[in-house]
């Protein structure tokens, strides 16, 4: 069993590279896994033909909207604080997201409630 020093101002170097390194792992099964069905059905590891990166008819608001609100998150963090900054951005994401179901904005309205109540 390796022996791991764990010194106070050393200890953000002990996680990252066990998370890289497990991630780097399932990255080249992925790709092994890739290569074999491209071998096994005959196609190319990179067919970029007919390759869109949206779907036909995608929805113009949901991920713009959602980038906006990303980049207007960080400095409503400074102005306002990290909680009030993040359930309004929590709420507007909702928003984006749940447009189309009244009923799923409507029940996590709900919910920022009764944070806001406990807290």
């Known amino acids: ?14 996680f990252p590279p066990i998370i890289m390194g497990i991630l780097a792992f ?5 790709l092994i896994q890739r290569a074999l069905k491209c071998k096994r ?6 067919n970029f033909k007919n390759y869109h990166f949206f779907e036909k008819d995608w929805d113009k608001v949901r991920l ?8 207007l998150y960080i400095p409503s963090m400074e102005l306002l604080g ?25 029940s996590s309205c709900l919910q920022d409630q009764e944070i806001l109540v406990e807290s």
């Open 1 to 14: 069993m390796p022996h791991i020093d764990y010194k106070l101002s050393t200890s953000h170097w002990i």
């Open 26 to 30: 399932f990255a080249i099964i992925m």
């Open 41 to 46: 059905q005959g196609t190319p590891f990179f």
């Open 64 to 71: 713009p909207g959602t980038f906006i609100l990303l980049v």
């Open 82 to 106: 990290f909680l009030p900054a993040s359930i309004i951005f929590i709420f507007f994401v909702q928003c984006i997201v749940c447009r189309d179901s009244p009923a799923l904005l409507h």
